[in-house]
Structure formats: structure tokens, C-alpha cells
């Protein structure tokens, strides 16, 4: 369920490597949630859920997104994750962000506040750890910079509506800087072209991608990733499959 939630967050953030012209989009605020399965050979099991809000309060946006596992996966791996991003409205640059994390009794809590001066972003992080059966947790600080547009894990995910998918040729790559409370990291973000795929028992046209998580843009974080994006006005993501090391995840969405 760890890695699964960790796959649905580059899908949000892989949304956002192809810059458009993302201020003239306006979002309602909304709620979108996702299955999270795990499969393997004839297995094919719910794991548990995520769910992503989006409010609007003047020129600020809000979003929180959960992640829980099931009752019966909380046996082997009991997780329960919180994002939070805001946002300014209206092109939803991130000014903060903050993961909680309670997963296998292990507690993490990062925030990172932003500010960009010319060309240059800066990240100011707080990272606090406490390790299953320690009772006292640590609390570190640091400071992340990079240079062009820059990202947390979940407002980037709004960019989504704004994405010129058609004008796009398969094989085309971007990539982008994002912030983790812990270090500066790239997503490399490949388009593959349109595909028909059934989600819930009904047929959807979607973008397909594929992408890459990397560290200092050489050590590959993450095993590919493949997604499918609704080609609808509101560019849903609907689907997503991450390999495991056993099986795979998938996130799917569901109204």
C-alpha cells in the first residue's frame, strides 16, 4: 500500500512536465478518488483507497489528499497518508506543502515552504522522523533551490486541465524539478499517444504515459510507471500500474 500511494503521487506529478498554458484554467472545487488494487497472477484485491479534494478560497487554492489501506491489508501494512498543498490561484504554483505519514507504525511529518526569486526556487524543509518503536522523534531542517519551475507532490496535479495532450507526439520527453521535504528530485515524463482502455467496466479514450522518478537526475527512484489520462475536458487521471517487487499496484478511479 506504501508503494501504491507513492505511485498515485508521481501520477499527480507527472501531470505537470508539460507546460501550457495552465493559468487560463479555472477549477471548481471537487473531489476525485481512486481503488488502490494489488494484483498478482490470479489475485486481484482491493489494498485500499485515496481520495483528493480541491477548495478555492480567493486567490488561493487548497488540497488535501488521503490515502488508507484496508482492514484486511492494515494486517501487513497498516498506512494512513495525508498531502496537503496550497496553492496560488490562478496558475497553482505550490507556496506549501506537507506530507504526514503513519505507515507499519513508523510517523514522518515534512513541510516545505517556497519562494522563487527570478528564475531561482527555494525550499525551505522541516523533516520530522520517528521509527517504529522509538518514542522520541527527530526533527531536521534544510533548504532545496533549483532553477525553472519547481513542484510539490500534489499541486501539480491541477495543471491537469490544461495539458495539450493533442499536440504532443508520442515518444515526445519533459522534465521537471520537484521538492521533497528530504531532497531535490526530476521527473522524466514520456508520452506514448492515445489508447482505449476499460476502467470500471466502461470503455475510455485516454493519453497514455510512461515516466521516471530520479535523484539528482541519475539514480532511478522508482521502476517505470505507466498512466492513462482521460482525454475529456477535466483530463482525469484513470488509471495507473507500478511494478512491485512481487506483482503490481494498480490505482483506478472510481465515481
Not at 121 to 149: D, N, Q, S, W, Y
Request: glycine share 6%; with cysteine; hydrophobic share 30%.
Amino acid at each position: 500500500m506504501k508503494k501504491a500511494f507513492q505511485i498515485l503521487s508521481l501520477l499527480i506529478i507527472s501531470v505537470f512536465s508539460f507546460e501550457s498554458a495552465s493559468a487560463n484554467v479555472s477549477l471548481a472545487n471537487e473531489t476525485i478518488k481512486y481503488k488502490v488494487i494489488y494484483k498478482w497472477g490470479l489475485v486481484h484485491k482491493q489494498a485500499g483507497t485515496a481520495t483528493i479534494r480541491l477548495t478555492r478560497n480567493g486567490n488561493t487554492y487548497h488540497s488535501l489528499a488521503t490515502a488508507k489501506s484496508d482492514p484486511w491489508a492494515d494486517k501487513f501494512y497498516r498506512l494512513r497518508d495525508t498531502l496537503r498543498s496550497t496553492m496560488h490561484a490562478p496558475d497553482y504554483s505550490p507556496s506549501r506543502y506537507e506530507y504526514i505519514a503513519h505507515e507499519d507504525g513508523k510517523y514522518s511529518h515534512d513541510i516545505v515552504t517556497f519562494s522563487k526569486s527570478g528564475n531561482t526556487v527555494t525550499g525551505k524543509c522541516t523533516r520530522t522522523r520517528k521509527p517504529k518503536k522509538e518514542r522520541i522523534a527527530k526533527t531536521e531542517h534544510r533548504t532545496l533551490t533549483a532553477e525553472g519551475m519547481t513542484v510539490d507532490m500534489l499541486s501539480s496535479f491541477y495543471y491537469l486541465r490544461a495539458l495539450d495532450f493533442q499536440n504532443m507526439k508520442p515518444g515526445e520527453k519533459k522534465s521537471i524539478n520537484i521538492f521533497s521535504g528530504k531532497r531535490k528530485e526530476l521527473l522524466t515524463f514520456t508520452y506514448s499517444g492515445q489508447e482505449q482502455i476499460k476502467v470500471d467496466g466502461k470503455m475510455q479514450n485516454t493519453y497514455k504515459v510512461t515516466f521516471t522518478f530520479t535523484s539528482d537526475g541519475k539514480k532511478k527512484s522508482s521502476e517505470p510507471i505507466q498512466a492513462w489520462v482521460s482525454t475529456g475536458p477535466q483530463r482525469i487521471p484513470l488509471k495507473l500500474i507500478g511494478k512491485l517487487k512481487i506483482g503490481q499496484v494498480q490505482c483506478i478511479y472510481y465515481q
